[in-house]
């Protein structure tokens, strides 16, 4: 479109993503220009040390982000991630009128209501394809396409670093710590793993996608977390014996009807339960057989039935990938006087804590190989009303595995079944007490 | 949004998809209205015979279609099929400003150019993720999510009846006409079923991939098409025999470089492929895991890499998900007086014919069981230029059987080898040629 006003961008942060949404705004230059319907310019790159990064045009970089953002670009790119300097920038931007486009899940996870009022303020369109899942589609199939249906539920696998982790201790056998220490070799993990492996990376993620999918707004502290810390080699081989595999899911539900006794969700006939944790799923669930850095998320609708998004969940291609396509959309919003998605919280569905949210169970135990233990330790399920689904006894040597999955059962009935279990006298010992999903209860 | 103008639809058919989308536009009314910022009412229905609705208002009902759409609705919703008289009835919404909601594959993949010249003429919106693969969003990803990237392939299943069908003779070595008669009888496929197995809708669908992936007009005429009518038992059997299945795939490749010698892209540094047939695939490869009625996808682009999406590709309900997915869409451009993507066909990339795509084979013979016979089949290949990939020789009591994996070779070259092949006196019957997808070549 010769002649069309170019579309002016900021690009904030210039790491391993944002090099490649360099690359790729560079190569693809020609293609952009058609599809945008105007050139779309690289105005600026913030970074913190300019000489350290030869490989973008020198006369692009800055130190001021401040004033690049100031300065009279069209969209602010967001690759720097963390939550300041960066919150006070894109709200800055927003309420200037320029739109944004960010990868950043912790600031969304935590600021996202903040972040579209700025947006709404002035019209300017926030994008954010690249937070959740790399270059996956998911969070315009979510705000968008699904825009006319109704989300029951999304299962994923959400992060990278755990699932090579899980996937490496599911193959090896090895431990937790021997995994951890060979992904860090790799580069898989990080020096300091904690934000992947501790589950904050997948909370903020669950948050951001159940709030898409919900119409509410969920922040990371509306979601229970548990990392895979805790998951052992005993539990890793529990799983296998029956078939199964550890993986670290990210589940939001949307549940109906009673069942939460909060006064302040009394009234509420609706509720959501958002929660990052390991679990074990059939190795025939189409996300048992999702390995290594790969990402994959399901989403369950009342018309649409179940669908799977599967692909690389990380890495800078990848996620410039993402970047990129929402770069074109506002930027042909831009250029046609139009605007995206703004936020959809309309529904405010109260988040049910998991103290209330019942969910099945797998409890691998050691037990004497003598009559009448089945019966004990049945019993103290049967006390604590946890009902049995299925049970596995089989001898050994001198004792016994015993393996018990439960009906749907609350968090704070199973402690308390398994702390008097774990007492019994027959029983020698708690291998492993793990959430199993992915089947019908 | 009290005060707010409705939007108002007209709705073109009520089959079964057309219930559906009247059923959701009633049951999340309220949700619509929030999520688009309007109501969302629904102006009328046009039908053939309206004694024949008695699941839907009967005072929406009309049998003018044409003067519904020339009334002061704001979109319309075409879920009636067939080229005419809808593609009459669409130019005309279109040319009146109406934006646009269809699931017609068929229409998009022969008209799709002169629809979106009409759209363009107002800048109306033309919207269409039901036509493919269900409630599956693809072209949403297609179209926006990957707009910054470049896609390099796009493979899939996406025809329900044809996999219902080959999933059925693999499961139960059934031959294609008995499984053809069940697949009829649980109302799998059509009295008629043409379309579905001779691939004229996976031909369709095929068109509007390559169309969006590869910004390039491309319309069914231009597809390779196969149906899997010619499928035998044989066929699935040898397939396998060697841990493969047999899925009809429609493929949209870009294929880069020389190879193709035809006068009008002689000069052409890029070409596209796109074509629907039957092939073998490992058992082990994504797409061999997807039966019956389902659809998935593989894209595979430069930074993204590859992603799969999986879902239900047809039916009522997840047909209605997607229609109405876009009929949110476009009702939102509508209140922010905004607007979708347009065509985008500006690579105009030239489509390379079949005769010079080349593909690998698996071809299966029965053969004489004695020295010298795989030397004379393996000459003819060389003789005709077509590379071995891979042998198998199994005696069997008075014969043996041989099956060779080609590399890529064209389909001339392919079926000169074949029949020269068939001729030898060693070569006791050709038992199966078909196609190998998704291994390394």
């Known amino acids: 479109m010769p ?34 319907g105007a050139p779309v310019e690289l105005a600026g790159i913030a970074v913190r040390r300019p000489n350290k990064h030869r490989e973008v045009p020198a006369e692009l970089l800055t130190t001021d982000a401040q004033a690049l953002v100031e300065s009279d670009v069209d969209v602010v790119v967001e690759v720097i991630g963390g939550i300041e300097p960066t919150r006070t920038l894109l709200l800055q931007a927003l309420r200037s009128g320029k ?37 996956i589609p998911l969070i315009r199939p979510l705000r968008e396409s699904l825009a006319g249906d109704r989300i029951t539920r999304v299962m994923g696998i959400v992060n990278g670093t755990t699932n090579f982790i899980l996937s490496g201790m599911d193959s090896t056998g090895a431990s937790y710590g021997e995994t951890l220490e060979e992904a860090t070799r ?7 793993p904690t934000a992947d492996v501790d589950g904050f990376d997948a909370a903020s993620k669950a948050a951001i996608l159940a709030s898409l999918a919900f119409h509410t707004r969920v922040t990371a502290a509306d979601v229970h977390r548990e990392g895979i810390a ?27 009807g009673g069942g939460a006794d909060r006064n302040d969700t009394a009234n509420a006939s609706e509720f959501i339960s958002v929660r990052v944790h390991p679990a ?46 929402d770069l074109v959309a506002v930027a042909r919003n831009r250029v046609v006087s139009g605007r995206g998605p703004r936020e959809s919280a309309y529904a405010a ?31 103290v399920f049967a006390e604590h009303d946890v009902s049995i689904a299925a049970v596995r006894q089989e001898g050994r040597v001198d004792d016994a595995s015993l393996v018990i999955v439960t009906h749907a059962a609350t968090d704070a009935a199973l402690r308390s079944t398994v702390d008097k279990i774990g007492g019994l006298p027959v029983v020698r010992d708690v ?10 209860s």
Chains 1, 2 share one sequence.
Do not use: W
């Open 3 to 36: 002649g069309q006003k170019p579309i002016k961008v900021a690009l904030l942060g210039c790491g391993t993503v944002g090099t490649e949404v360099v690359r790729l705004l560079t190569d693809h230059a020609a293609d952009l220009t058609a599809r945008v």
């Open 99 to 135: 739109s944004v486009v960010t990868a950043n899940k912790a600031l969304l996870a935590e600021h996202s209501g903040e972040l579209f009022e700025a947006a709404d303020s002035t019209g300017a369109d926030l994008y954010f394809e690249a937070a959740v899942a790399g270059a």
């Open 186 to 192: 790799l580069g898989y993990a990080e020096a300091d």
């Open 230 to 256: 805790q998951v052992s080699a005993a539990d890793i081989a529990a799983a296998k014996g029956l078939g199964r595999t550890v993986k670290l899911l990210a589940i939001c539900e949307r549940v109906s």
């Open 280 to 325: 074990m799923i059939p190795r025939t669930h189409p996300l048992a057989g999702v390995n290594g850095a790969f990402n994959a998320v399901f989403v369950e609708a009342d018309a649409a039935g179940e669908m799977m998004f599967y692909g690389k969940g990380a890495g800078g291609a990848p996620t410039a990938s993402a970047v990129l396509g």
């Open 349 to 379: 569905l109260p988040v049910r804590p998991m103290g209330q949210t019942p969910t099945r169970y797998h409890i691998s135990l050691d037990v004497a190989d003598r009559p009448g233990v089945l019966s004990q330790v049945a019993a």
């Open 431 to 440: 291998v492993s007490v793990m959430r199993v999903e992915g089947e019908e």
